[in-house]
T-cell receptor, first 115, second 114 residues
Framework: NAGVTQTPKFQVLKTGQSMTLQCAQD?????MSWYRQDPGMGLRLIHY???????DQGEVPNGYNVSRSTTEDFPLRLLSAAPSQTSVYFC??????????????FGNGTRLTVT | AQSVTQLDSQVPVFEEAPVELRCNYS??????LFWYVQYPNQGLQLLLK??????LVESINGFEAEFNKSQTSFHLRKPSVHISDTAEYFC????????????FGSGTRLSIRP
């Protein structure tokens, strides 16, 4: 059982470039989300989805887009990369619609550097 | 608004020594509390959680945390640590029963010395 798979593991972008971080889960989880992890700041929620076709903004959504066309996939798009988006990005999923009796399952992260 | 504070960014301890990782939260209403662990080069994993009921919750690998409402704390303890416990530990809190409302602390890096 693969769980939550994120690709790529590492990425270097130049300012202004765009790219998509991929996230896939094989647990039939309804809830999926994206976090960024910065030193001394813990994890901050970027966007989340409670099911296919439904997305919503988290705490720090600016500069990022998401879509949820299937239950399995939840890609995160950086439209025009900025150095402030240098971070480690985690995708997480949860059974049902993210109710707290179901734990979050995290991928292993994507380390992004924007120069 | 709710917030969570982890008072120590790093905690070094010797193997087989006890450890306490501190977590305090601020909220005027009832909350749900969590500890997540992040091993090197991995994503976070749920260690334990308090949703309701007994204020003392335990994990399968010997950690425990006690919800103290009067002190608004949820400290994580283990009586004897192992090298394999080396990781970063995140306390998290939510006022609402939805994963999208979880607020994570800034993390405590636990390093174990042999």
């Amino acid at each position: 059982n693969a769980g939550v798979t994120q690709t790529p593991k590492f990425q270097v972008l130049k300012t202004g470039q765009s790219m998509t971080l991929q996230c896939a889960q094989d647990m039939n989880h309804e809830y999926m989300s994206w976090y960024r992890q910065d030193p001394g700041m813990g994890l901050r929620l970027i966007h989340y989805s409670v099911g296919a076709g439904i997305t919503d903004q988290g705490e720090v959504p600016n500069g990022y887009n998401v879509s949820r066309s299937t239950t399995e996939d939840f890609p995160l798009r950086l439209l025009s990369a900025a150095p402030s988006q240098t971070s480690v990005y985690f995708c997480a999923s949860s059974y049902s619609t993210g109710q707290l009796n179901s734990p979050l399952h995290f991928g292993n992260g994507t380390r992004l550097t924007v120069t | 608004a709710q917030s969570v504070t982890q008072l120590d960014s790093q905690v070094p301890v010797f193997e087989e020594a006890p450890v306490e990782l501190r977590c305090n939260y601020s909220s005027s209403v009832s909350v749900y509390l969590f500890w997540y662990v992040q091993y090197p080069n991995q994503g976070l994993q749920l260690l334990l959680k308090y949703l309701s009921g007994s204020t003392l919750v335990e994990s399968i690998n010997g950690f425990e945390a006690e919800f103290n409402k009067s002190q608004t704390s949820f400290h994580l303890r283990k009586p004897s640590v192992h090298i394999s416990d080396t990781a970063e530990y995140f306390c998290a809190v939510s006022r609402y029963s939805s994963a999208s409302k979880i607020i994570f602390g800034s993390g405590t890096r636990l390093s174990i010395r042999p």
